[in-house]
């Protein structure tokens, strides 16, 4: 496991190299920058302007002098919100989607979990039938699209959740409903095709024929097996329920990294949507690396390559 992790780390810090790199090069070269929109300033405020955010040097010093920086954890002042460094504006906004995108995720296990085992044990019957239609409308579902339908229900029709903002448990209920609820349908049906597998094993048969309870069968001996589907889909997951956050910020204005992440790159914050793209990368890569970790503890016979 130590093995792997250090693997994990050596192989987290190329991955942020190329991010780096890639993202860098990609900014700057589409056409214009990040001052370019604005009235024409004097020459000499355009010139200090350049100086202060190390513009007016040649790219290659510009590129070396920011990598040198990140390694440091300082991705510098943000270019259009003054009087911010980028890793003050993370640091506000970051726990919040980290909250969003957590609270979202176990939302889903709960659920498509749950959802799944009945499913399986119920199988062929009308629940059965009802719970995986459910979970297939679910899958075409949009999250963006539920949320404005949650909106219109349960804000206009019926007043009992905010409409947005960000302080209270109460506020926090549909940004994370709409935002897990599809993710709940594929884990439900992931879990129903896991759990029927493993109801067919041998050892299940053994369990039962020592005499051992339906629930004690089901919690303690085929849901450990059940649930490597799900792992393996916690990954790509993960990465979609923090990409689709962005989404649900912006629909329910909540103040985390969503709207920063867009405007940095619509006005050309080059510090700024560096800092984004570094972020989610590092949030995305640590999130697989627990996948793996979890789905070598669950099945010891995986072995890391």
């Known amino acids: ?33 990040p001052f370019s929109k604005e009235r024409k300033l004097d020459p000499v405020v355009q010139r ?17 002098n920011s990598l040198i920086k990140t390694a440091r954890v300082d991705l510098g002042p943000s270019m259009r919100l003054r009087d911010f460094s980028v890793n003050e504006v993370i640091a506000q906004g970051l726990p919040i989607s980290a ?9 889903a296990l709960a659920l498509g979990i749950s959802t799944g085992v009945v499913a399986a044990l119920w199988r062929n019957t009308a629940v059965d039938w009802s719970l995986m239609s459910a979970a297939t409308l679910g899958i ?37 409903i709409c935002l897990g609820a599809p993710y709940a349908a594929y884990i439900a049906r992931l879990t129903r095709t896991g759990m029927l597998d493993v109801l067919s094993q041998d050892y299940i048969r ?9 629930s004690r069968v089901v919690v303690h001996h085929a849901l450990k097996g059940a649930l490597l ?22 629909i329910f204005f909540l103040p985390g990294l969503g709207s920063h992440f867009v405007e940095a790159a619509t006005q050309r ?21 627990l996948v793996d970790v979890s789905y070598r503890l669950l099945d010891p016979r995986v072995v890391d390559r």
Do not use: C
């Open 269 to 289: 914050d080059y510090p700024l949507a560096m800092g984004m793209v570094l972020t989610y990368t590092v949030m995305l890569y640590l999130m697989n690396t």
């Open 1 to 33: 496991m130590i093995v792997l992790l250090v693997r994990r780390l050596v192989w987290m810090a190329i991955t942020l190299w190329g991010v780096f790199t890639v993202s860098f090069f990609l900014m700057r070269a589409v056409p214009g920058g």
């Open 206 to 214: 053994t369990a039962r024929a020592k005499g051992l309870g339906p």
């Open 140 to 176: 075409a579902v949009p999250n963006f699209w539920l949320a404005s339908v949650g909106i219109v229900l349960f804000v206009f029709v019926l007043p009992i959740f905010p409409a947005a903002g960000w302080g209270s448990p109460w506020q926090l209920v549909l940004p994370v």
């Open 99 to 107: 909250s969003l995108g957590i609270l979202a995720l176990s939302f």
């Open 48 to 64: 200090n302007i350049e100086r202060r955010y190390d513009l007016d040097k040649p790219l290659y010093w510009q590129y070396g």
């Open 229 to 250: 589907p799900v792992v393996s889909f916690l990954g790509p997951a993960s990465a979609d329920i923090l990409m689709g956050s962005l989404i649900v910020e912006q």
